[in-house]
């Protein structure tokens, strides 16, 4: 019922500056579907003046129409009717992710539109429900923690969820009362536009959100350079986020909010219940997305006793994929975004061959699938603590499997030098559960679950190099805007 012809789906291209469409002819970037490798449309590769532009129309816009000094009730309202019509253009909406994007359109519409809007409206709610503080000073005077908005955020998003990115960036920054230059990434540009477009509708004034198109090295280090952009919220590769946190000190000083790469632990005890249950958890964890997540748990630290009945339920479900275009309804398993992630992906499972590693499962692509590049779900086990696969986010749906005896061992092994961004650990035990939980260097830790649910207020981030700061949860909101001390003597 969802399927849809792909080369029947109609979109705008270019810059949405001001409300508008421009540089729609000055496409130089080819941009691919992910199922079947086929370039279908291009973008600019907007440079420094370009950026300029929609900075400083951001900048005018923000404050002329009123938007920064709007009461945040207005704010909200806007918000919220933003959402709604997400909503109500799901079925457009959907076409045009699940057409360039690595996401099946049973996907889009089911979980990542309903997810896009509702982070939005979140942030509707936020609006007006955070203050600033009142500080306790001497008697005769009063002193006041007082919040406004920065003034420009520049946000950059990557190309695995590109809705609801989005929606992560603009919903906070815009309900703080700032004027947003977004840019996308230049592998999935163009439901962005959309919903720019979109919040146009619902009463954002035009200017207030930009979108620029561009390459990163580009279109995103000229973002991020500009002084009038006051913060910067990225998500991508932690080499990137090093790369824009030098940047952002290039111009002036502004603060940077990351969320990067992981290696996630699945940390699984032999108490963890019914073997069948916690495969399927651990499943979702690395496979969904093609394992094309930040989050995604490709780190199984299992303990011997549960292991081999896990193993075995692992390989039965591991098998049961097939792959399909994500136009089509039926398709429930994701390709790889690209050629340079699949070859990203293949030279990983060889290098962990080359290293003592062994195939369990999967291990190369789906015969048949020479036009997109759609990846095996994989178990590779042998894998010494060093070994690239345990080191490295591959990006794809690749899990290491590693034994261990005790609890102590358990949790040493599911530590991981470089990254901290989540785990999850398996247990009927509480103490065991919470002694995990204390000990594990990760920003998020799921128990007897594993991924986010719809519950916006639990913010997320990593610790190291897997970022700094969070996205959603009142935190994000908060981090939009900047505080000013008062002191009145009375
Ligand atoms: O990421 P980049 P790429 C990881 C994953 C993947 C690897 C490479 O391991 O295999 O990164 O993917 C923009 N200044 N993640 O190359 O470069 C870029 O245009 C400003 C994890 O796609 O981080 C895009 O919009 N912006 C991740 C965005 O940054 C720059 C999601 C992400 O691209 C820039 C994606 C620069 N100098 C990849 N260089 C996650 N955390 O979920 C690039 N960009």
Same mark, same amino acid.
């Given at each position: 019922m969802l399927s849809f012809d792909p080369n029947k789906v109609e979109f705008s291209t270019g810059n949405y500056i001001d409300g508008q469409y421009c540089h729609k002819n000055q496409g130089q970037i080819p941009v691919h579907r992910p199922s079947d490798g086929q370039s279908y449309a291009d973008i600019p590769e907007s440079g420094a003046q370009v950026v300029a532009q929609a900075v400083e129309i951001a900048e005018q816009q923000r404050i002329r129409s009123g938007w920064s000094e709007a009461s945040p009730r207005q704010r909200g309202a806007v918000l919220r009717r933003w959402a709604d019509l997400i909503e109500a253009d799901a079925p457009y909406l959907g076409q045009l992710e699940a057409l360039g994007s690595t996401r099946p359109i049973s996907d889009v519409i089911h979980h990542e539109i309903p997810f896009t809007a509702e982070a939005i409206r979140f942030y509707g709610e936020c609006a007006d429900k955070y203050s600033g503080d009142l500080l306790p000073t001497r008697k005769d005077s009063l002193g006041m923690l007082v919040p406004e908005p920065y003034g420009v955020v520049g946000a950059i998003t990557p190309w695995n969820f590109p809705l609801s990115m989005a929606s992560w960036k603009c919903g906070p920054a815009l309900a703080a009362g700032n004027g947003v230059v977004l840019k996308p990434s230049e592998l999935t540009p163009f439901s962005t536009l959309r919903l720019a477009e979109l919040a146009v509708q619902a009463g954002?004034? *035009? &200017?207030v959100l930009n979108i620029v198109q561009g390459s990163g090295r580009h279109t995103g280090s000229a973002l991020v350079k500009h002084p009038q952009v006051r913060k910067v919220s990225f998500t991508g590769s932690t080499a990137t986020g090093a790369q824009i946190m030098s940047d952002a000190g290039f111009n002036g000083m502004k603060p940077v909010t990351l969320e990067l790469g992981g290696k996630s632990p699945q940390l699984v005890f032999n108490d963890a219940g019914d073997p069948a249950e916690v495969a399927a958890r651990i499943l979702r964890g690395f496979t969904a997305n093609g394992g094309q997540a930040?989050? *995604? &748990?490709?780190r199984l630290v299992v303990q011997r006793g549960i292991a081999p009945a896990l193993i075995d339920h692992l390989l039965q479900l591991c098998q049961s994929f097939r792959p399909a275009n994500t136009w089509q309804g039926s398709c429930q398993y994701s390709p790889l975004i690209d050629q340079r992630q699949g070859e990203k992906v293949q030279r990983l499972v060889q290098q962990c061959c080359e290293q003592g590693g062994e195939i369990l499962t999967g291990g190369q692509r789906f015969a048949g699938t020479e036009q997109g590049w759609f990846w095996q779900p994989t178990l590779l086990s042998g894998v010494a603590a060093d070994n690239c696969a345990v080191q490295e986010e591959i990006f794809g749906p690749v899990l290491t499997v590693q034994y261990f005896d005790d609890e102590d061992e358990g949790i040493a092994l599911a530590q991981h030098e470089t990254y901290g961004l989540c785990a999850g650990v398996h247990t009927l035990s509480l103490p065991v559960a919470m002694r995990a939980m204390q000990s594990l260097n990760a920003g998020t830790v799921w128990i007897n679950r594993y991924g986010r649910s719809g519950d916006f207020i639990i913010p997320t981030g990593g610790f190291m190099g897997s970022g700094i700061g969070k996205d959603l949860g009142r935190q994000a909101f908060q981090a939009c805007q900047r505080q000013k001390s008062v002191l009145i003597d009375f």
């Open positions: 954002l004034p *035009a &200017g930040c989050v *995604a &748990g490709t």
